[in-house]
């Protein structure tokens, strides 16, 4: 009985020698502690949240909006992606908002705006889509913001004197430079406003363009 004490401590005493060392017998370093991660600034939380917050409930009232545009109703779901989310990221859908507020405390959006500013090679693209009769014009995400070259695509409100102060806000928005109106805007306003706004006047290259347009349209 004794033997067989003795036995089982050696091999306890044993196991944890072994248990010690490396079966390679290399000693291996400790493992170093994880570093803490760099924690966000309490402000520049908040303001993401707020941004996150505020994409969203735009996002989804553009879209209630679209869905009572005929012009948009054979859209798919998929065609969200670059028609609403890519020009909002780029900051190239311009609200406006009316000057009385809900009985909430907050103003519904009156209208917006979809326009981008692109370099020569985009502008190309756009004039030749506009052309063939594309509607609404597809743009990659990084092109709604590539260039200096103004385009005002569409322009969406519930009605014609709506549609008037929209297009006239949005000319504080995009001070600078020629400013090109895709055909669907001629036929939305008065010409005299868009004079007014310095809006540029079609060429011969724009007017076939926008003759295309509207045959494709009236299709």
Same mark, same amino acid.
């Given at each position: 009985?004794t033997?067989?004490k003795?036995?089982?401590?050696e091999?306890?005493n044993?196991n ?8 390679n017998?290399v000693?291996?370093?400790a493992?170093a502690p994880?570093?803490?991660a760099?924690?966000l600034?309490?402000?520049v939380?908040?303001?993401i949240?707020e $941004?996150?917050?505020t994409?969203?409930?735009?996002f989804?009232k553009?879209v209630?909006?679209?869905m009572m545009?005929?012009?948009?109703r054979?859209?798919m779901l998929?065609? $969200?992606?670059?028609?609403v $989310?890519?020009p ?6 311009a609200i406006?908002?009316?000057g ?6 907050e103003a519904?959006?009156?209208g917006f705006?979809?326009?981008a500013?692109?370099?020569e090679?985009v502008?190309?693209?756009i004039r030749?889509?506009?052309a ?20 005002l ?5 519930p ?5 008037t102060t ?8 995009v001070?600078d430079?020629?400013l090109?109106l895709h055909? $669907?805007i001629?036929?939305?306003v008065d010409?005299?406003?868009?004079e007014?706004m310095?809006a540029r006047?079609a060429?011969?290259t724009?007017a076939?363009a926008?003759t295309?347009a509207e ?5």
């Amino acid at each position: 009985m004794t033997t067989a004490k003795n036995n089982s401590a050696e091999a306890r005493n044993g196991n944890a020698t072994a248990a010690g060392k490396p079966a390679n017998g290399v000693k291996q370093k400790a493992a170093a502690p994880a570093e803490d991660a760099p924690q966000l600034d309490p402000e520049v939380a908040r303001k993401i949240a707020e $941004l996150r917050t505020t994409l969203r409930e735009n996002f989804g009232k553009i879209v209630m909006v679209m869905m009572m545009v005929p012009r948009y109703r054979a859209q798919m779901l998929a065609d $969200l992606q670059h028609i609403v $989310l890519d020009p909002m990221l780029q900051d190239r859908i311009a609200i406006a908002y009316p000057g009385k507020k809900d009985q909430s405390g907050e103003a519904d959006m009156a209208g917006f705006a979809i326009w981008a500013s692109v370099s020569e090679e985009v502008d190309a693209r756009i004039r030749e889509q506009i052309a063939n009769g594309v509607f609404p014009v597809r743009l990659k995400s990084d092109e709604w913001n590539s260039g200096n070259i103004n385009w005002l695509l569409d322009v969406i409100a519930p009605n014609r004197s709506t549609i008037t102060t929209v297009i006239a806000n949005f000319r504080q928005v995009v001070k600078d430079g020629e400013l090109h109106l895709h055909p $669907l805007i001629t036929r939305l306003v008065d010409a005299d406003v868009l004079e007014k706004m310095g809006a540029r006047k079609a060429s011969e290259t724009d007017a076939e363009a926008e003759t295309g347009a509207e045959a494709a349209s009236t299709e």
